[in-house]
């Protein structure tokens, strides 16, 4: 099983619907993160959260907000998709205790018509 | 700010050679950790290599090795006896190493293919 879950995979939906993308471990890290990866800019970070009561902004957080339920899951909320929000959306793991690295989950691909 | 600078957007190499990924970056700071990811077809992130900026020797993880100049802010990914499984895109990714800092900084990535 995969370390790092997300839901859903694929999703298409429409301008102004708000939309929920969830992100799942069982690495036991406690740090998490949201990063959009769009064509030719590589992935930027929107979200991090260093444990449940830790939230912080990355460097395109407007128009996104997150919540982390506890300390396997993590979700990133569009409150009113817009077209230019399409793009993929990769949450990662890592882990104070252990090595800097981060481990990424399988992504999701969202579409705002 | 922290910037990372890819300047191949797209790489191929025959089958079995051995190919070099350019990756240059800007930092001020003396700690900090490199990164290079892959990210085959499936389009799932996976980290290929990392470098930690006080180590003076070149990371190697079987195939691939990095070529680190730290003098000139350089860092490299070699791939040798390339693989069909090699084809992806790679990404190139920075981060301090100060405690409380976690924010990877990427590349725009370099499509590498591999000519059978």
């Known amino acids: 099983d995969a370390d790092v879950t997300q839901t859903p995979r694929n999703r298409i939906t429409k301008t102004g619907k708000r939309i929920m993308l969830e992100c799942s471990q069982t690495k036991g890290h406690d740090r998490m993160y949201w990063y959009r990866q769009d064509p030719g800019l590589g992935l930027r970070l929107i979200y991090y959260s260093f444990d449940v009561k830790d939230i912080n902004k990355g460097e395109i957080s407007d128009g996104y907000s997150v919540s982390r339920q506890a300390q396997a899951k993590f979700s990133l909320s569009l409150e009113s998709a817009i077209p230019n929000q399409t793009a993929l959306y990769f949450c990662a793991t890592s882990d104070l205790r252990g090595t800097d690295t981060q481990y990424f989950g399988p992504g999701t691909r969202l579409t705002v018509l | 700010a922290q910037t990372v600078t890819q300047s191949q957007p797209e790489m191929s190499v025959q089958e079995a050679e051995t190919v070099t990924l350019s990756c240059t970056y800007d930092t001020s700071e003396s700690d900090y950790y490199l990164f290079w990811y892959k990210q085959p077809p499936s389009r799932q992130m996976i980290l290929v290599i990392r470098?930690?900026?006080?180590?003076?020797q070149n990371a190697t993880e079987n195939r691939f090795s990095v070529n680190f100049q730290k003098a000139a802010k350089s860092f490299s990914l070699k791939i040798s006896d390339s693989q069909l499984g090699d084809a992806a895109m790679y990404f190139c990714?920075?981060?301090?190493?100060?405690?409380?800092?976690?924010?990877?900084?990427f590349g725009t990535g370099t499509r590498l293919t591999i000519i059978p």
């Open positions: 470098q930690e900026a006080y180590k003076q």
């Open positions: 990714a920075y981060r301090r190493g100060n405690f409380g800092n976690e924010k990877l900084t």
